[in-house]
């Protein structure tokens, strides 16, 4: 796995962060990769606006994570007063079982599509709201799915409520 951060103060209030963090699991042919060594991506630190670890391949409808993960996230993040803070996010990513399923069209199949694929990349938006702790922020968000979903569901979305930056 590998991840790239950067963050660029735009002023004295805001604060642009951004992540790539990709992972890849190399299997000898014939071999199968253990269930716990898989890629699973959804929830409050990955992909906010989808529920824990639920992207990506599915089986009859179970789970099955992947051997390739990307996920992208960017974040406008805001003080705004006494210990309070705020942030706008944008996040996308998926798993996908092989690197021959991982496609630039994956990225850029459009949200009109009457056909969902569980291989499409997932996206989200939201807003949260920061609170500073002696160990680290205390974060509510709410993430809005902005494609169509595995449940064929357009919209709807996720509160997550946690300690600690997303990255």
């Given at each position: 796995?590998?991840?790239?951060?950067?963050?660029?103060?735009?002023?004295?209030?805001f604060?642009?962060?951004?992540?790539?963090?990709?992972?890849?699991?190399?299997v000898?042919?014939?071999?199968?990769?253990?269930?716990?060594?898989?890629?699973?991506?959804?929830?409050?630190?990955?992909?906010?606006?989808?529920?824990?670890?639920?992207?990506?391949?599915?089986?009859?409808?179970?789970?099955?994570?992947?051997?390739?993960?990307?996920?992208l996230?960017?974040e406008?993040?805001?003080?705004?007063?006494?210990?309070?803070?705020?942030?706008?996010?944008?996040?996308?990513?998926n798993?996908?079982?092989?690197?021959?399923?991982?496609?630039?069209?994956?990225?850029?199949h459009?949200?009109?599509?009457?056909?969902?694929?569980?291989?499409?990349?997932?996206?989200?938006?939201?807003?949260?709201?920061?609170f500073?702790?002696?160990?680290?922020?205390?974060?509510?968000?709410?993430?809005y799915?902005?494609?169509?979903?595995?449940?064929?569901?357009?919209?709807?979305?996720?509160?997550?409520?946690?300690?600690?930056?997303?990255?």
């Amino acid at each position: 796995t590998a991840t790239y951060s950067k963050y660029a103060h735009l002023g004295k209030r805001f604060t642009w962060a951004r992540r790539v963090r990709g992972g890849y699991t190399f299997v000898p042919t014939g071999a199968d990769l253990p269930f716990d060594e898989r890629f699973f991506v959804g929830g409050g630190t990955t992909i906010r606006g989808y529920g824990y670890e639920d992207l990506g391949p599915r089986l009859d409808g179970a789970k099955q994570g992947g051997r390739v993960m990307v996920v992208l996230n960017t974040e406008l993040r805001l003080r705004l007063f006494w210990q309070f803070g705020g942030v706008l996010f944008l996040d996308a990513g998926n798993v996908w079982e092989d690197l021959d399923r991982f496609k630039r069209a994956r990225w850029l199949h459009s949200e009109r599509s009457t056909v969902y694929s569980e291989l499409d990349v997932a996206y989200a938006i939201g807003a949260g709201l920061r609170f500073a702790t002696p160990v680290g922020p205390l974060r509510l968000d709410y993430g809005y799915k902005v494609r169509r979903n595995h449940r064929d569901e357009f919209g709807k979305g996720e509160v997550h409520l946690s300690l600690g930056q997303v990255f």
